[in-house]
């Protein structure tokens, strides 16, 4: 049983951790003592905390109440808590301990954020302008439901940035970065923000209790392929709806006229996958993600390449014209990523530059099956040359 704080005063105080280790508080929500409530009804004792978050919190009058006996909760006073108030409307969650007649109780936490920060000083919290920063990007910018407040959690962090697309014959110093990390917990999905400031949170994760249901494999690539389409990192995009399917060929239900798809029943997966905001995609793949298709969407056909989907408007775009045939029927038949060169001023001439890691574009071609077309793109996606 957690040691429970004894002789402190009602509004400040020391706290508890579980191992035993004392700090200060430095957030502080004061008690309410209500010496005219005595019932031992949880019931009742749950009613009247919720008419008093009615009341001081602005909750709304349909917020629901539960109430469950303290298990192993650190308290900051001298009565011993033995109620758990939890009051939710849509737009808060607040969390509320009592003593056993009501009379005296505290509000612990509100949306998951504690109003005592326990078992962590207020400086180990990340400020709230990062927390409420964090959760207003998630809605506007990558569609998280607002409906849903999550549980927030922050840590300090460190972390490296600067030479992911630096090789020889480049040296990097990888520049150190010290800041935040904001979690977000719902249910079982899970955001991750990180970031020094408030204006420079980035979304670095996201999860949900839906893609555990693929095989590590097949969830792997999906991501994979939904990150090169989105032109995010795969730890980003989200897996938000899987359809168990058998499908009738090696093509998936999707091949062409021009295709040879083999005859075979192939147990597999329909996955929906969202990106930022306005990104959805739909994709279809294998049991054992050897055989994987992109469903047609927003004007573009069936696809197997991973151009980006951005770039593959202009191209079809372009290639409708050139090869004077509808968009539906045309395909990107090989992507091929071009890179940046480096020749150093004291090489001999003719001397063969060296690739480096940084992408400067593609080579694309596209074919109405009669004829093909080989597209070099700028990374922005403007065509520099065909032929």
């Known amino acids: 049983m957690l040691q429970h704080l004894v002789n402190s005063t009602l ?14 508080s430095t957030v502080a929500s004061a ?123 922050s840590e300090k962090v460190t972390w490296t940035s600067g030479c992911e697309n630096v090789s020889a014959p480049f040296a990097c110093d990888p520049v150190l970065h010290q800041g935040w990390k904001i979690t977000m917990l719902r249910q079982n999905a899970r955001w991750v923000f990180r970031g020094e400031t408030a204006q420079d949170l980035q979304l670095i994760e996201r999860t949900s209790g839906v893609e555990q249901r693929l095989p590590a494999n097949v969830r792997d690539e999906i991501k994979r392929i939904a990150g090169n389409h989105f032109q995010l990192s795969p730890s980003v995009v989200l897996i938000t709806n899987i359809d168990l399917q058998t499908f009738s060929d090696s093509c998936l239900g ?51 390449d991973e151009l980006p989907t951005a770039i593959a408007h202009k191209v079809f775009s372009t290639a409708q014209k050139d090869l004077q045939r509808p968009i539906a029927s045309l395909k990107i038949t090989q992507v091929a ?5 480096f020749r150093s001023p004291t090489d001999p001439p003719n001397t063969p530059c060296l690739p480096t890691k940084s992408m400067n574009g593609w080579k694309v071609t596209v074919t109405n099956n009669q004829k093909s077309l080989t597209y070099t793109l700028s990374l922005n996606g403007s065509i520099l040359g065909k032929h």
């Open 11 to 24: 509004l400040g105080c020391l706290m508890l951790t579980s191992s035993g280790v004392a700090m200060h």
């Open 31 to 153: 008690p309410i003592i209500d010496s005219s409530f005595n019932s031992p009804d949880p019931k009742t004792i749950a009613e009247q905390v919720r008419q008093d978050a009615i009341a001081k919190e602005k909750l709304d009058q349909t917020a629901k109440a539960r109430i469950e006996r303290v298990g192993r909760e650190i308290w900051m006073y001298n009565p011993v808590p033995y109620w758990k108030v939890t009051i939710a409307d849509q737009r808060q969650t607040l969390v509320y301990l009592t003593t056993q007649e009501g009379r005296f109780r505290v509000l612990m936490s509100r949306n998951g954020q504690p109003t005592h920060p326990v078992g962590k000083p207020a400086q180990e919290i990340a400020p709230a302008e990062m927390r409420t920063t964090a959760l207003n990007r998630a809605i506007a910018q990558w569609d998280y439901p607002a409906k849903h407040l999550p549980q927030i959690l």
């Open 254 to 304: 999707l091949g062409d006229l021009a295709e040879t798809c083999v005859r075979q029943d192939l147990k597999g997966y329909r996955v929906t996958v969202t990106g930022q905001k306005n990104q959805q995609q739909i994709y279809r793949i294998s049991n054992n993600a050897k055989f994987r298709r992109t469903e047609a969407i927003a004007g573009l056909p069936t696809r197997t």
């Open 337 to 341: 990523p071009t890179f940046n060169c």
